[in-house]
């Protein structure tokens, strides 16, 4: 099995204005992309997945990913569906265009891996109108049938349309493979647990950035993603793990070493320091805080989580490049062991646990250490006028006798 902690972001928004310094239409600071991309690959970011989230944009997204040696995916966000429309030539023309740019750049370096990103987005109609989505959602189910490709999905507010829209146009179960699909991935998912298996379920695989993490029902939703359909992202520039989060409490149990890697000291975009991250832009090194949430939530190693992740990412996007020794050891491994990992209690069966490798005592201090943190998180969050629930409450209140237990365990 493999020893080294390494990355796939399968979401990164490297066309995004802000790595050239632009925020908001102005300019605040130098291009500094070789720096993001710098302390990307420190983090163990081996490899991207760039987004398309329009027809520019994708051609955008595949022209840094051959500078970058990474990968990029085609498509249409639903948000911008209503380009389809307004496109000389009309939705005929941007389809035929989406279709010609796959075709164009299906092999070799920088290639096209996926279409998307497409699906449905309900929260932001205002964009673009139901119908729009619903019947540009369809076209480009289209190309991933024809180009036998991975789609690359996205959903908000949205699931029922969601499923019923691929079950009708046959990606219902296995990932649409019957009628030419090769399954695809659901990405910064926010949806509920139950919404999150039946995916699972269809055939997709699930990936989890910060925003995948803000509540108490996402970690839920994240720590019953099995392994084995688990994909790691960040969505950079956006979805940032922050300090309102109820990542946070998972966060905070960083080792001092990964922390000042995946979360670097920042500056204000204005105040432009050689060398650091810039504050309120999420960067592609913080996909090992996504990880160690996971990990911690699912109470096995980062090393577990980093590995699924990477193997599932290599398999589903066929990266041959990817596919080296470490890779291929894994792989034979799992399928030793019945093919897909067994998850028993939130663990998966045969990996290593902390449970395996720690000293009964330090793992003691480290959980106590952990629940008096996920209580600081609850007082924070009552303080800010939160309306807390019964069992929360009752956390805050047994904070006194954590504390002695903890007291004492430190002195034992």
């Known amino acids: 099995m493999s020893s080294r902690v390494r990355f796939i972001d399968v979401g990164l928004n490297l066309t995004d204005p802000v790595f050239r310094g632009l925020h908001r239409g102005k300019r605040k600071h130098r291009d500094d992309i070789l720096d993001v991309l710098k302390r990307a690959k420190a983090a163990g970011v081996q490899s991207a997945v760039l987004t398309g989230g329009s027809l520019h944009e994708s051609s955008e997204a595949l022209e840094l990913a051959a500078q970058f040696g990474y990968y990029a995916t085609v498509g249409c966000h639903p948000t911008r569906s209503a380009q389809f429309d307004s496109f000389k030539g009309g939705p005929e023309a941007y389809l035929e265009r989406l279709d010609q740019v796959i075709a164009s750049h299906l092999t070799g370096k920088g290639r096209c891996v996926a279409v998307g990103e497409c699906g449905l987005d309900y929260d932001r109609l205002h964009f673009s109108p139901i119908a729009t989505q619903q019947k540009h959602f369809r076209s480009q189910l289209s190309l991933a049938k024809k180009h036998h490709l991975p789609l690359f999905l996205h959903v908000r507010a949205a699931h029922e349309d969601f499923v019923r829209i691929l079950r009708e146009e046959g990606f219902g179960e296995d990932g649409g493979r019957a009628v030419g699909g090769r399954g695809g991935l659901v990405h910064s998912f926010t949806g509920r647990t139950g919404e999150m298996k039946e995916l699972v379920a269809m055939g997709f695989h699930i990936s989890v950035n910060g925003c995948s993490m803000k509540t108490d029902q996402n970690l839920a939703t994240a720590k019953a993603i099995p392994l084995h359909r688990l994909m790691l992202e960040t969505d950079a520039p956006w979805c940032s793990m922050t300090s309102t989060h109820s990542s946070r409490a998972h966060i905070n149990t960083l080792p001092s070493n990964l922390r000042e890697m995946y979360f670097p000291a920042n500056c204000q975009p204005e105040k432009f320091i050689e060398g650091r991250a810039v504050k309120g832009r999420n960067e592609p090194c913080a996909i090992g805080g996504v990880a160690w949430v996971v990990a911690s939530l699912k109470n096995c190693e980062l090393i577990d989580v980093s590995r699924a992740a990477w193997n599932n990412t290599v398999e589903m996007y066929d990266l041959h490049e990817l596919m080296d020794e470490e890779y291929h050891k894994d ?58 629930e019964t069992t929360q409450l009752q956390k805050i209140e047994g904070e006194a006798d954590l504390s002695k237990q903890l007291e004492q365990a430190e002195k034992s």
Do not use: F
């Not at 290593?352 to 480290?366: H, L, S, V």
């Open 331 to 388: 792989i034979t491994a799992r399928d030793a062991s019945k093919g897909e990992p067994e998850e028993k209690g939130g663990v998966v069966e045969g990996e290593i646990t902390r449970a395996k490798e720690e000293d009964p005592k330090e793992r003691k201090i480290r959980n106590l250490k952990k629940k008096l943190q996920a209580i600081e998180q609850l007082k924070a969050r009552r303080d800010n006028g939160e309306k807390l």
